[in-house]
């Protein structure tokens, strides 16, 4: 387990365990612990808006949703900007949906 990457949480759907952390949605098979897919986020220089190392406690695990005979994997994100100028640190929050069987966004 790395240190740095933070765990927000999990979510079950037959024999796949879907985990959240910091840096990704990964997807893995709970009879092999095989993993089948990682979704991501991609974020790059990740600010919180603190010194140091960010510094995140979101612990909310992803949702399973389904529409239309498919079933999404649904996790919410924060994105932080630094300041710069004029404008203010900002914080923006994403809803992210990714197909629970490909990891496709």
Same mark, same amino acid.
């Given at each position: 387990?790395? &240190?740095?990457?933070?765990? =927000?949480?999990? $979510?079950? /759907?037959?024999? #796949? @365990?879907?985990?959240?952390?910091? &840096? $990704? @949605? +990964? $997807?893995? +098979?709970?009879?092999?612990? *095989? !993993? @089948? =897919?990682?979704?991501?986020?991609?974020? !790059? +220089? =990740?600010? #919180?808006?603190? &010194?140091?190392?960010?510094? +995140?406690? *979101? #612990?909310?695990?992803?949702?399973? $949703? *389904? *529409?239309?005979?498919?079933?999404?994997? @649904?996790? %919410?994100?924060?994105?932080?900007?630094?300041?710069?100028?004029? %404008?203010?640190? /900002? #914080?923006?929050?994403?809803?992210?949906?990714?197909? %629970?069987?490909?990891? !496709?966004?």
């Amino acid at each position: 387990m790395d &240190e740095d990457v933070k765990d =927000w949480g999990v $979510a079950l /759907r037959g024999p #796949t @365990l879907y985990h959240r952390t910091s &840096e $990704a @949605l +990964d $997807a893995y +098979d709970t009879r092999s612990g *095989q !993993k @089948l =897919w990682s979704s991501p986020l991609g974020r !790059k +220089d =990740w600010y #919180t808006g603190k &010194e140091g190392q960010p510094i +995140d406690d *979101q #612990t909310i695990p992803p949702v399973l $949703a *389904q *529409q239309n005979g498919h079933t999404g994997v @649904l996790f %919410a994100y924060a994105d932080y900007t630094r300041s710069s100028g004029t %404008a203010r640190d /900002r #914080t923006d929050v994403y809803l992210r949906s990714v197909d %629970a069987d490909s990891g !496709k966004v």
